[in-house]
Each structure stands twice: as C-alpha cells, then as structure tokens.
C-alpha cells in the first residue's frame, strides 16, 4: 500500500463537487467584475519566488533542481508569477488589466487544520492603477464573494506604508531590515526587543499599533467610498501587516465565523512589476484560499446544491443496446446527465444501483418497447412508471423541470 505525501489531500467524487460548486460561485463573482482568468506554470525558476516574497515562504519553498540543473521551485503562490508575465508579455495592453485565477499552489508547512502542503488559491490582481478605487474595488470584491457564499464574515484592513514609514522614522530605512520586522509582526513575534538589540526605538511604532481613531488618509478614504453593507464588515488593524515582501500600502485579510484562520487576504504592491523588469505598474490583488473556504462552508452547511436531474439508460437485452445509445444521447442533448447501463445486470440489480447513485429516472428499453418506438421511464423519486413515445420524450421531462433543475430544456 502507497500512502499519500504528507499535506495533500485525495479529493473523491462527492467532495469535487463541492469543491467545484464554490469554485463556480468564485469565478462568476470574479466575471462579473470583468476580471479575466490565467494562468501559469506549476513551477518557475526558484530566483523569481525567492526575490519578493518575503522570509516566511521562502522558508516553505519547495525547490528542487531538474535534471538539466535549473534550480526550480513549486509557486507557493501566484502574484510573483502573474508580475512576471505583466512584465514580460502585457505591458502594452489596456490598463488596468484585470486578471484573475483558480489553481493549486505550494508550501512546505506543517499540517494542521486549514493549513495544507498543497492548497489552492483563488484570486484576484488589479493592475494600472494607484488610486484608492482599486483598493476599494478590490476589497469589496471580495466581500463580495463571501456574502455571495452566505459567510458571515469581517475584513481586517491594515497600511504597511504607514508601519514602513514609522520603521522609516526611527531610523530602519533598509527595505530588507524593513521587511524581516514586518514579517515579525505579522507572525506575533517580539518585534520590539529585536528593535531595541539592534538600538532603534520602537515607542513610536508601539504607538501607532495603539491608536484607536482611523489615522491614516488611505483607510479613511476607502471607509468612505465603500458601500455600507461592505465598509460594516471592516475592522482597522494598524498591526496587519501580512507575510510577503512586496506590499508597499494597504493591505487586508478575510476572516469568516467558525474559523479562527484567514480565509483569504491581499493588498497593494506598486513595485514588483518594476522588480520585475516591467514599467511602472501599481498594482493590488487578493487571493482567498479555496480549502478553508471550503472547510468552513462544509462545517457551517452552507451550501446546499440544487437537484440535477440524471437518468439511466437500461437496456434488457442485447438487441437493444444499439438503440440505448441513441436514447442516452437525445437525453443528454435535452441536458439530463445521462450514463447508459454498461455492466449487463439485470433490471432489478439496475435499479438499486440507481437509487443507491441518486439517479432519478431509469428508462428501460425491452424488446417491446423496441418494436413499438417507445420506452418505459421510471420515476424513482414518485415512484411511477409509463411508458413514452420516443418522439415525446422532451415533453415528459419538460413537465418535469418547474421541480428541477434542468439547464438546457
Ligand atoms: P496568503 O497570501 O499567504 O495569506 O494566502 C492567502 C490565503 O491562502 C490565506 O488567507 C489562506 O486562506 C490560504 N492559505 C495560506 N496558506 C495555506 C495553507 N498552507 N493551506 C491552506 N490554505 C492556505
């Protein structure tokens, strides 16, 4: 027997439609905003990862060195990737560019609930502009996609600037110094005794993280413009100031009730597409994580999915079988998820196979039915039968659909 590696996870039938049921829910709310998908490699070269993307997961990175030795590394996330291909192949489009994506990254953690090795992230990056809109757009954005999934749920709203500025003030001007501490705070360590050792004084920053009225222009600015119903669920928290490197402004994580994680989080980065070797572009993102979304959702029985309407096709013998193709194809043109009986069982064992797969109408196909251009529909849900004229079969499922759902009828 061969286990699973450490941090994945096997996603069988029942849980994939789940999975992809929130995932529907996500891209159509991105849609909607006009954002438009892509996507990149699996790995890319460990240097790209490794310049912006701050201490913490460039600890968590997988690396590893392929056989023509590239040193290449499993993306942990996907901003870092995206700037790259903004730098390199986009440039020259309309700004902004709206982009969005739904994929599988990579992080050496240690498991635990809502933390996996393998996880995917859904988001979004906003490109081309500095204004407060975007930040608001994307904010609400996301609030968007939470209250469209039924979460209740609140936004932690922060400002690396203001904390880099302060840093800035008190005499930390290397960026790097400035990252390392930002990094500290956003993993509750003692950022400052380390500032002490190193002969800064951290009272001022101690004073901005205690401040209680919304200080800072930026955060103002986005309460402002916000609609109420999203600005509600905002909470300022000076002390947010998130993992990664190349957050240069606001910043923001998603909290939703049942779990004490994030269950997504982003801000703006106006300098790694320059980094990157790309003009100019400011630019804000978030990325939620799919798999606590998904837990969450699981636990607080979220999300029922509506009825799809499915049949089987069950032919009784083998002059029949020709014909039940054609059958299971017409029913599939009306948009009934068809699959046709392929094990040769007889027609009771059939049935109970149905039923146990929640398939709702069998319709069997005999010789006589064969001879008189008809079939037998039976209606496992009602627990009724007839018998239907092949040309009639739309109309008895359209009779059907004002209980179900059925999209192409
Ligand atoms: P980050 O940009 O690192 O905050 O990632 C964005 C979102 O991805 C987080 O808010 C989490 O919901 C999710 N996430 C981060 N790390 C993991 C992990 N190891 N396993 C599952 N989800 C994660």
Redesign the pocket.
Known sequence: MFRRPK?TRDFLPEDMKFRRHIEKTIRKVFESYSYEEILTPTFEYFDLIAEKSGE??RR?VYVFEDKGGRTLALR??M?APIARVIANELRSRPKPLRLYYITN?F?Y?E?QR????????A?VELVGSSRVESDVEVISLGCEVLETLGFKYYVKLGDVSEIRNVLSEIGVTDEREQNLILSMIDRGGDYSSYLESKGFDPRALNELFSTREVNTEKIRQVLNLMEDKFSDRVIVDLKLS???DYYTGLVF??YVEGLD??????GRYDKLIETFGGPRLPAVG????????ELAAKERNLISESEVMKAIVIPLSEKCVKKSFEISSALRELGIITELEVMGRKLNKSLSYASEKGIRFALILGEKELESNTITVKDLKKGEQEEIELGKLKKYFKSITRDTVCTSL
Not at 261 to 266: D, L, N, Q, T, W
């Open positions: 941090g913490e997961i968590s942990p996330e901003t990254v992080r953690e498991p809502g933390r996996w090795r393998e996880f995917w992230h988001g998130r993992g990664l994580e998603f994680v994030a269950v997504g989080g982003g978030l990325a939620f994580g799919l798999d606590r979304i």
